[in-house]
């Protein structure tokens, strides 16, 4: 038999959480976690990870097919100082979206959810910031010619070298830090988008070089959103316009590419 302690102990407990609002008989709700949805191997899927590819489009150098690789255990691309994309005064070798399984279902982004994107990239000394925009990660819309959403560039500041992030649209710095430290060496990049229109957006941008955080940096309030869903992209995409001569052969490596969704919030 229940004692009378027992009955009104559980008595004042389901009143407490029927005053929290939690039904009885039911569980507290989990906290939201980060599930998992895309992680490709590049050994074993090679370009197929990818929605789409942006390989020389333009086919002006056909000698240096492909410029968009797998190789070992990471992404390659190439860009050489001839290549040139449809819009003849600048340069792009990219990667869109992701496809999970590899050559399966598209990545899909959408307005009100909140995505994670870890990755490990290298930068040779040879992939210089340029006084023009020299783009080598992007958010953007489905659809050709409609602009970023958010940017990671390297740009000259003052003659200075630097990696920075911006919301494209209103020009909002994100975050900027120097890049020559992070020249030839792999650096760890934890990104979060908050998809929301108007101010319902938000960003945060770090990077890690050896462990250390070399920048940590966030934005609320933002535009992140356009129309239909969002797509990552990765790659070179520069301007010819620079004036500092940072334009050279070049390469970028990534590498642990995953996505992540915040869930149960």
């Known amino acids: 038999m229940t004692s009378r302690r027992t009955f009104l102990k559980g008595t004042a407990l389901g009143g407490g959480l029927a005053a929290a609002g939690i039904p009885l008989g039911s569980r507290a709700m989990a906290a939201p976690t980060w599930q998992l949805r895309w992680s490709p191997v590049p050994s074993r899927d090679g370009l197929r990870a990818f929605e789409t590819i ?21 992404y390659r691309w190439n860009m050489h100082t001839i290549d040139r994309d449809t819009s003849t005064d600048r340069q792009r070798q990219e990667v869109t979206g992701g496809r999970n399984p590899a050559g399966g279902a ?3 982004m959408l307005l009100g959810e909140t995505w994670r994107l870890t990755y490990s990239m290298f930068i040779p000394n040879s992939l210089r910031a340029t006084t023009t925009f020299t783009h080598i990660m992007q958010t953007k819309q489905p659809g050709s010619g409609t602009a970023p959403i958010t940017v990671t560039s390297l740009r000259r500041v003052n003659g200075r070298q630097t990696i920075e992030h911006k919301v494209f649209g209103p020009d909002i710095l994100v975050g900027r830090t120097d890049l020559e430290p992070l020249h030839d060496k792999w650096i760890d990049v934890d990104y979060e988008l908050k998809i929301g229109n108007g101010g319902a957006g938000s960003v945060r941008w770090v990077i890690r070089s050896g462990g250390t955080t070399v920048i940590d940096a966030r934005r609320t309030g933002v535009d992140t959103f ?5 797509r990552p992209k990765w790659g070179i995409y520069r301007s010819l316009g620079d004036t500092s001569g940072s334009l050279r052969n070049c390469h970028l490596l990534i590498r642990d590419l995953r996505a992540y969704q915040l869930t149960g919030t």
């Open 106 to 108: 598209y990545l899909r």
């Open 54 to 74: 942006e390989d020389d489009r333009a086919d002006s150098h056909s000698e240096g097919q492909p410029h968009i690789f797998a190789e070992g255990d990471h």
């Open 226 to 230: 356009l129309a239909d869903r969002v």
